[in-house]
DNA sequence: TTGTATGCGTTATCAA
DNA sequence: TTGATAACGCATACAA
């Protein structure tokens, strides 16, 4: 591949000559401008990156790197992230971590070894014990609960009070025996041990007692996890008349098990879930849930980022974003 | 940050020496070694990927450009060709190309400056027009019908094929007055043009006429789309007594139209789609498909693009490899 | 077993 | 207006 080296040689001028073409320098004559864009032409010239960004220390990308791509949660996540980003001519490059600690901490040793100028990483297999992993002295935003104490910024969205606003939607139309399908509880706040704490705040302020047997815990947030949940609730027997999912996709799977069990939505059961997907509202029934803002938070994260990038406010606190929340009702928990 | 030179320093040994503990190099005094570790450790250093890459001539990453992220059909294929190409040890960058001509020639170029040692690029903007571009001495698999002239390998699925099983199994199950919704017919072979081609040859051997008035199209393979459609069949008072959509997203949207004008499916309108997305299995009713092998088409991709970038057979021609497809039957075609 | 010299492709600086 | 030099950080070849 033609190098600045070999152009300079066909157009028999030097490489700062080249160089000087490439990057749109004011003062070249332009009949040598000429000749080097058609000697560049003739040899079908591509700056290389590596080079230049060893040269410049920068690479107008950033990373973003999420769990899994399959879910349509992250899919919409990435390309809000895309557009925000462009509006600072930066590249986005996106990686998945599957949830596992050893890639998140791989995401950040890319970042950190300037293959980024900064990086957008979504937590989950990282815990509070790792927080030195985090103390780094380049651009990082962190998508998730703060459990850090490094100076990162943080963007999270308000899992509590989404849950709380959930299940109190779900008491307001009647339901009393509210079943919650939430992931393991680990011993950080993660999303699912946030939201669960929310349901409970909010059937304590209804005066509803909760009840283990409605508790139920899935390890994965997937179709495929909604709909064994709901069939180990109708296997154990367990009455329940709402049904608050951790995410939209659970919430989808659990729609598809209780029409199976020909139970009716939302007559029978109720069902909300958590993210306001675009599936939700094309779903049979149409699928109550909770909006956190993700446009707002993909907006917010690239602007925390490119702040730390820029440098500006080099000295500001680390910084936690919390987006608002709020619930979206369907058919899905409409009146019966 | 720390570069090598810094930890040589403080280790009291030469560049080199860091370098021969940081790659593992055998002959390394093991106190030596340790002194070099603890260097590092102390500096917190991390090799500098642009460098290291401009000296390799290679990155050991691959990129994956695809129209959309938020398409599940592009999530699931993103996953499965990082797990693909995990068993390479090759990482993978995604980027999004929003199906522009102009992002996907920006992605052939990073490619082309060595910021990835290939390249698996979905081609929606590109047209033939274009094959110029990808006359390119660098590791590419196009994924996509083959449009192009130039020295590259294809990935496609069979798109004729796919439609017309899909479009016997709606007239084997008594459909006589199948839609068709499609995006715009270009003057290059897409996948909407061929997957049109299948449902007119699967009408055709049936000895069904076609009806223009049974051709949707629409812009964007969506929900929205989807539900448009069928409002735009309703609204014209066309009779049809199947559909076969583009895409299942595309299908799970007129799912949600049919329902929501009351018609059942399949009893009043069977439906089927494309693409075997995980979400149609889980609909209501459950949605009839076409699988075309995605994950064979991953890791056939993988694998063209691997042999390219290692340079076993570099004389081989370029390859077009279709994956099969076959007929997913589910409820929403079930007999009635 | 360790170190020296050199170059990967680019661009900033400064001199011509 | 153009060019020589040097440097970004790393690793290969070879010397010591």
């Known amino acids: 591949m033609a190098t600045i080296q070999d152009v300079a040689r066909a157009a028999g001028v030097s490489p700062m000559t080249v160089s000087n073409v490439i990057n749109d320098h004011p003062h070249v004559k332009s009949s040598t401008r000429a000749k080097v864009v058609k000697a560049m032409e003739e040899l079908d010239y591509r700056v290389n990156h590596a080079a230049r960004n060893l040269r410049a220390g920068r690479t107008f990308t950033i990373g973003l790197a999420v769990p899994e791509f ?8 990435a390309t809000r992230v895309i557009e925000e980003a462009a ?28 293959m980024y100028d900064g990086l ?26 703060r459990i850090f104490s490094g100076p990162v910024d943080h963007v999270a969205m308000d899992n509590v009070d989404g849950a709380k606003a959930a299940t109190a939607h779900l008491i307001e139309r009647g339901c009393r025996r509210i079943a919650a399908v939430m992931g393991p509880m680990g011993t950080d706040p993660d999303a699912s041990s946030l939201r669960y704490a929310g349901y409970l705040q909010a059937l304590e302020t209804a005066a509803i007692g909760s009840d283990s047997s409605l508790h139920v815990t899935i390890n994965e947030f997937t179709l495929k996890g909604g709909r064994e949940a709901v069939d180990r609730l109708l296997h154990a027997g367990t009455h329940f008349d709402g049904l608050f999912c951790a995410t939209d996709t ?8 209780l029409h199976e069990a020909k139970l009716r939505v939302p007559e029978d059961v109720k069902v909300i879930g958590f993210d306001n997907l675009e599936e939700g509202e094309y779903s049979i029934p149409a699928l109550s849930t909770v909006d956190p803002d993700s446009t707002d938070m993909a907006r917010t994260a690239v602007k925390l980022l490119v702040q730390r990038i820029s440098g500006e406010s080099p000295e500001r606190e680390p910084l936690e974003f919390i987006s608002s929340v709020r619930v979206i009702a369907r058919g899905s928990t409409a009146a019966s």
Chains 1, 2 share one sequence.
């Open 120 to 145: 957008i990483l979504s937590t989950v297999g990282l815990s509070a014990g790792d927080a030195n992993m985090l103390r780094v002295d380049y651009p990082v935003v962190i998508l998730g609960e």
């Open 87 to 114: 509006a600072y001519n930066l590249r986005v490059l996106v990686e998945q971590t599957g949830r596992s600690k050893e890639n998140e901490i791989n995401a950040l040793a890319l970042s950190r070894n300037r």
């Open 250 to 257: 659970v919430a989808l799977g659990a729609l598809r098990a």
């Open 70 to 77: 399959d879910r349509p949660f992250w899919g919409h996540f």
